[in-house]
Nanobody, 121 residues
Framework: QVQLVESGGGLVQAGGSLRLSCAAS????????MDWYRQAPGKQRELVAA???????NYANSVKGRFTISRGNAKNTVYLQMNSLKPEDTAVYYC???????????????WGQGTQVTVST
């Protein structure tokens, strides 16, 4: 019903920048929130940045001041601008969206397939 497609991951040196994108498509009536999570090898998935439908944002302490979450003009896209990257930011980054679909007035949670971010020393 709803697909999330991420892009923008890759290999970057420490101190560099990357911009991740996530586009939602399908039977979407409205999107209540879009977030970014990450999962490093051997670790639990953690919330990196969150944006509610009204535009309020929340960040993990480890990325505050370095990462910025934003929504596209079409509101079906979310970005994660990552600056001053550190080796500890290496992980698979996942997009998450809470969506009300057109077929039922109910909110569902969807995940993207993930995009690898590797930060080298």
């Amino acid at each position: 019903q709803v697909q999330l497609v991420e892009s923008g991951g890759g290999l970057v040196q420490a101190g560099g920048s990357l911009r991740l994108s996530c586009a939602a498509s399908g039977s979407i009536l409205s999107i209540n929130a879009m977030d970014w999570y990450r999962q490093a090898p051997g670790k639990q998935r953690e919330l990196v940045a969150a944006m509610a439908g009204g535009g309020s944002t929340n960040y993990a302490n480890s990325v505050k001041g370095r990462f910025t979450i934003s929504r596209g003009n079409a509101k079906n896209t979310v970005y994660l601008q990552m600056n001053s990257l550190k080796p500890e930011d290496t992980a698979v980054y996942y997009c998450n969206a809470r969506v009300v679909v057109t077929t039922t007035p109910k909110e569902y949670t969807y995940w993207g397939q993930g995009t690898q971010v590797t930060v080298s020393t």
